[in-house]
C-alpha cells in the first residue's frame, strides 16, 4: 500500500504531540515525513522533503500558516493544504478557500473530525497516482500520442536533416506550431540500471513521456519525441533567462520522475541556437551533457553550456573514433579512455589501409588533437613536450601497439590537465559567488536565485556545484556569513541586537535570534555576556 507524507507546523510542541497521537498514520495510509515550529523552518522542510500533505497551524511565528501555505503551493502546486487554527475568523476561511485547501480545522481538532479528513484525502491522492500509473491507460496514452509523421519531422530536425523552404512547407502540411526568437534540444535519458521492478521499458518511457508533457510543456513550447529508448526535446525560447529557468525546471522534472515512477532521468540540455537549422548542434550538446552525469550525478539536469562551454564549438574534423576520445578525455576515467584508444587504433588498422590512408589519418588525429588543446585552453607543449614534432613522431611509430600505447599517453597527459582546468574553473565559480554573498549579506532580500542571476547559471547546476566545493549548501554558508559578522558586531562593535539584525540581513529582529541561538546554542545577550 501506497503510504503518503505529511508535514506538520505548529509553534505549540503539546499541539504537535496531540495531533500525532490522535491517529494510527500508518493505518490510514500516511506518515509523518517532519514538522516544524515555525513557518520559516516548514517551508525549508517543504522544499527538501516535498511532502504530500502539509498540515499547518494559522499563528507561527516569524512565517504565518497562510503564507506558508502560499509558498508551499508555489513549489508544489499538486500539495494537499489543511489548515487548523484557534480563530474562528470567517476571514480565514476566505483565505483557506483561495488556496484550495483541503479543510479548514478549528482546535481543539477532533480526532474523528481528522481521521475522516485524511480519509478523503487518501482517496484523492490514490486517485491520482492510479491515473499516472495504470498500464491501461498508459498503453492508450501511447496509441494516442503525436502522429508518427510529427516525430519523424522533429526527429529529422534533431538529424539535420531539414532545410528552410522543405521544412516550413512540412510545418504548414502536418500544423506544427513551431515559433520562437531561439531554440534549444534537450534530451531526457532514462538509466537502465536504476529503473522500477514490475513495469515494461515501454510503458516507463510512456509514464516519463507522459510526466515531461505534463511538467514541462504547461509553461514551455516544447515537442516531445521518442528516442531511442530516451526522450528528446525541441524547445522554443522568447526570454534571456529562459535557458536557466528551463534547466531548474528540468531539474525539478527530474525530482519529480522519481517520487511518481521510482525511475531515475538525467535530463542533458543544449546550447541556445538561433534557428531550427542549428537544432542539430544543439542536440549533439545535450547528447553530450547526459553523459557528464558520471561527474556531476544521475537524477538531474546538466547544461552543457554551464558545465563545458568549448562543446558549443564544432568537434574536430576527424573520425567517430576520434570524438569518442576525446569524449572520454572529459568525461570517463583512465581505464575507459585507455579502452577507446585501442579501439580506435584497432579500427584503423583492421580496416585495408594504404600507406598514404594510415598518414592522412595521423596528420587528422594529430591536427584533431592540436583542435582539442586549444578549445580546452591546454598548452600543448605540456602534452607532447618542449619543441616536439608530434606528426613525425606519430609517423615513425612503428607497430599498432606502440601507436596505442603512444597515443594513451597523450590522451592521459590531456585527461589529468582538463580536470585541473575545470577544478581550477569551479573552485573560480564558488569563490565568485562567496565574494557576492559577503557583498551582499545584509540585504534581507539576498537569495540563491539573485546569485545565479549575477552568475548567469542555472539555481540546479549552482547548487551541486557549490555543496561539492564547500560541503554546504548556500543557505547554510549564507547562514554562517551573517552569524560570523553578527558576532563582530556584537561583541566588537557593541551593537545593539535589532541593529545587527538589519545590518546582517534579517527584517525580524525575533528571527534573527531565533537563528543565533540555533546556530550558537544561546542568545545573543548571553553570547555578549559570556564574551566580556
Given at each position: 500500500?501506497?503510504?503518503?507524507?505529511?508535514?506538520?507546523?505548529?509553534?505549540?510542541?503539546?499541539?504537535?504531540?496531540?495531533?500525532?497521537?490522535?491517529?494510527?498514520?500508518?493505518?490510514?495510509?500516511?506518515?509523518?515525513?517532519?514538522?516544524?515550529?515555525?513557518?520559516?523552518?516548514?517551508?525549508?522542510?517543504?522544499?527538501?522533503?516535498?511532502?504530500?500533505?502539509?498540515?499547518?497551524?494559522?499563528?507561527?511565528?516569524?512565517?504565518?500558516?497562510?503564507?506558508?501555505?502560499?509558498?508551499?503551493?508555489?513549489?508544489?502546486?499538486?500539495?494537499?493544504?489543511?489548515?487548523?487554527?484557534?480563530?474562528?475568523?470567517?476571514?480565514?476561511?476566505?483565505?483557506?478557500?483561495?488556496?484550495?485547501?483541503?479543510?479548514?480545522?478549528?482546535?481543539?481538532?477532533?480526532?474523528?473530525?481528522?481521521?475522516?479528513?485524511?480519509?478523503?484525502?487518501?482517496?484523492?491522492?490514490?486517485?491520482?497516482?492510479?491515473?499516472?500509473?495504470?498500464?491501461?491507460?498508459?498503453?492508450?496514452?501511447?496509441?494516442?500520442?503525436?502522429?508518427?509523421?510529427?516525430?519523424?519531422?522533429?526527429?529529422?530536425?534533431?538529424?539535420?536533416?531539414?532545410?528552410?523552404?522543405?521544412?516550413?512547407?512540412?510545418?504548414?502540411?502536418?500544423?506544427?506550431?513551431?515559433?520562437?526568437?531561439?531554440?534549444?534540444?534537450?534530451?531526457?535519458?532514462?538509466?537502465?540500471?536504476?529503473?522500477?521492478?514490475?513495469?515494461?521499458?515501454?510503458?516507463?518511457?510512456?509514464s516519463v513521456r507522459r510526466l515531461a508533457g505534463e511538467e514541462l510543456q504547461g509553461k514551455w513550447n516544447v515537442k516531445l519525441v521518442n528516442w531511442f529508448g530516451d526522450i528528446a526535446m525541441i524547445v522554443c525560447l522568447n526570454e534571456e533567462d529562459d535557458v536557466r529557468e528551463f534547466t531548474d525546471a528540468c531539474d525539478r522534472f527530474c525530482r519529480s520522475v522519481k517520487k511518481v515512477t521510482g525511475a531515475v532521468v538525467t535530463v542533458g540540455i543544449g546550447d541556445r541556437v538561433e534557428s531550427p537549422e542549428e537544432l542539430s548542434d544543439s542536440f549533439r550538446g545535450a547528447?553530450?551533457?547526459?553523459?557528464?552525469?558520471?561527474?556531476?550525478?544521475?537524477?538531474?539536469?546538466?547544461?552543457?553550456?554551464?558545465?563545458?562551454?568549448?562543446?558549443?564549438?564544432?568537434?574536430?574534423?576527424?573520425?567517430?573514433?576520434?570524438?569518442?576520445?576525446?569524449?572520454?578525455?572529459?568525461?570517463?576515467?583512465?581505464?575507459?579512455?585507455?579502452?577507446?584508444?585501442?579501439?580506435?587504433?584497432?579500427?584503423?588498422?583492421?580496416?585495408?589501409?594504404?600507406?598514404?590512408?594510415?598518414?592522412?589519418?595521423?596528420?587528422?588525429?594529430?591536427?584533431?588533437?592540436?583542435?582539442?588543446?586549444?578549445?580546452?585552453?591546454?598548452?600543448?607543449?605540456?602534452?607532447?613536450?618542449?619543441?616536439?614534432?608530434?606528426?613525425?613522431?606519430?609517423?615513425?611509430?612503428?607497430?599498432?601497439?606502440?601507436?596505442?600505447?603512444?597515443?594513451?599517453?597523450?590522451?592521459?597527459?590531456?585527461?589529468?590537465?582538463?580536470?585541473?582546468?575545470?577544478?581550477?574553473?569551479?573552485?573560480?565559480?564558488?569563490?565568485?559567488?562567496?565574494?557576492?554573498?559577503?557583498?551582499?549579506?545584509?540585504?534581507?532580500?539576498?537569495?540563491?536565485?539573485?546569485?545565479?542571476?549575477?552568475?548567469?547559471?542555472?539555481?540546479?547546476?549552482?547548487?551541486?556545484?557549490?555543496?561539492?566545493?564547500?560541503?554546504?549548501?548556500?543557505?547554510?554558508?549564507?547562514?554562517?556569513?551573517?552569524?560570523?559578522?553578527?558576532?563582530?558586531?556584537?561583541?566588537?562593535?557593541?551593537?545593539?541586537?535589532?541593529?545587527?539584525?538589519?545590518?546582517?540581513?534579517?527584517?525580524?529582529?525575533?528571527?534573527?535570534?531565533?537563528?543565533?541561538?540555533?546556530?550558537?546554542?544561546?542568545?545573543?545577550?548571553?553570547?555578549?555576556?559570556?564574551?566580556?
Amino acid at each position: 500500500m501506497d503510504r503518503y507524507s505529511v508535514l506538520m507546523a505548529d509553534d505549540e510542541e503539546e499541539i504537535l504531540e496531540i495531533i500525532l497521537r490522535k491517529l494510527n498514520w500508518e493505518e490510514l495510509g500516511f506518515e509523518i515525513a517532519g514538522s516544524a515550529k515555525n513557518g520559516v523552518e516548514a517551508l525549508e522542510l517543504a522544499e527538501e522533503l516535498q511532502p504530500d500533505v502539509v498540515m499547518t497551524d494559522i499563528k507561527m511565528p516569524y512565517m504565518d500558516g497562510l503564507t506558508l501555505a502560499h509558498r508551499v503551493k508555489e513549489i508544489n502546486p499538486k500539495v494537499k493544504i489543511i489548515i487548523f487554527s484557534g480563530f474562528d475568523d470567517f476571514e480565514y476561511a476566505k483565505e483557506a478557500i483561495k488556496l484550495e485547501a483541503e479543510e479548514y480545522l478549528l482546535k481543539p481538532v477532533n480526532s474523528e473530525e481528522l481521521e475522516k479528513v485524511f480519509k478523503r484525502i487518501k482517496t484523492g491522492l490514490d486517485r491520482e497516482l492510479d491515473e499516472k500509473r495504470n498500464v491501461d491507460k498508459l498503453k492508450n496514452y501511447y496509441m494516442e500520442s503525436l502522429p508518427i509523421m510529427q516525430e519523424s519531422i522533429y526527429t529529422a530536425l534533431l538529424q539535420g536533416q531539414l532545410k528552410d523552404k522543405r521544412r516550413e512547407e512540412l510545418f504548414k502540411n502536418y500544423q506544427i506550431e513551431f515559433s520562437g526568437d531561439d531554440y534549444l534540444a534537450a534530451l531526457i535519458h532514462l538509466s537502465s540500471k536504476e529503473r522500477p521492478e514490475g513495469i515494461e521499458p515501454s510503458l516507463l518511457l510512456v509514464s516519463v513521456r507522459r510526466l515531461a508533457g505534463e511538467e514541462l510543456q504547461g509553461k514551455w513550447n516544447v515537442k516531445l519525441v521518442n528516442w531511442f529508448g530516451d526522450i528528446a526535446m525541441i524547445v522554443c525560447l522568447n526570454e534571456e533567462d529562459d535557458v536557466r529557468e528551463f534547466t531548474d525546471a528540468c531539474d525539478r522534472f527530474c525530482r519529480s520522475v522519481k517520487k511518481v515512477t521510482g525511475a531515475v532521468v538525467t535530463v542533458g540540455i543544449g546550447d541556445r541556437v538561433e534557428s531550427p537549422e542549428e537544432l542539430s548542434d544543439s542536440f549533439r550538446g545535450a547528447d553530450s551533457a547526459v553523459s557528464y552525469r558520471m561527474m556531476y550525478g544521475s537524477g538531474r539536469a546538466i547544461n552543457i553550456a554551464e558545465i563545458d562551454p568549448s562543446e558549443r564549438s564544432s568537434l574536430p574534423s576527424v573520425e567517430d573514433g576520434m570524438r569518442e576520445v576525446f569524449h572520454r578525455i572529459k568525461t570517463s576515467g583512465k581505464k575507459e579512455l585507455k579502452e577507446s584508444v585501442k579501439n580506435l587504433v584497432e579500427e584503423i588498422i583492421g580496416i585495408k589501409t594504404s600507406i598514404q590512408q594510415y598518414r592522412i589519418f595521423v596528420m587528422e588525429m594529430i591536427a584533431g588533437i592540436y583542435r582539442f588543446g586549444s578549445s580546452n585552453n591546454l598548452n600543448m607543449e605540456d602534452i607532447f613536450g618542449k619543441g616536439a614534432d608530434a606528426y613525425s613522431e606519430a609517423l615513425s611509430i612503428g607497430t599498432p601497439q606502440q601507436l596505442v600505447d603512444w597515443l594513451c599517453g597523450i590522451s592521459v597527459k590531456m585527461q589529468e590537465k582538463v580536470a585541473n582546468e575545470r577544478v581550477s574553473s569551479t573552485k573560480s565559480f564558488v569563490e565568485r559567488a562567496k565574494d557576492y554573498v559577503r557583498d551582499n549579506y545584509s540585504n534581507k532580500d539576498l537569495t540563491i536565485e539573485m546569485v545565479c542571476s549575477y552568475l548567469a547559471v542555472s539555481s540546479a547546476y549552482f547548487s551541486t556545484v557549490f555543496k561539492k566545493e564547500t560541503g554546504k549548501t548556500f543557505g547554510n554558508y549564507l547562514t554562517e556569513v551573517r552569524m560570523k559578522k553578527a558576532v563582530d558586531m556584537l561583541v566588537n562593535e557593541n551593537e545593539k541586537t535589532y541593529v545587527i539584525a538589519e545590518k546582517t540581513g534579517y527584517s525580524d529582529p525575533n528571527y534573527f535570534s531565533y537563528v543565533f541561538k540555533k546556530q550558537f546554542g544561546m542568545s545573543p545577550s548571553k553570547y555578549k555576556a559570556g564574551a566580556k
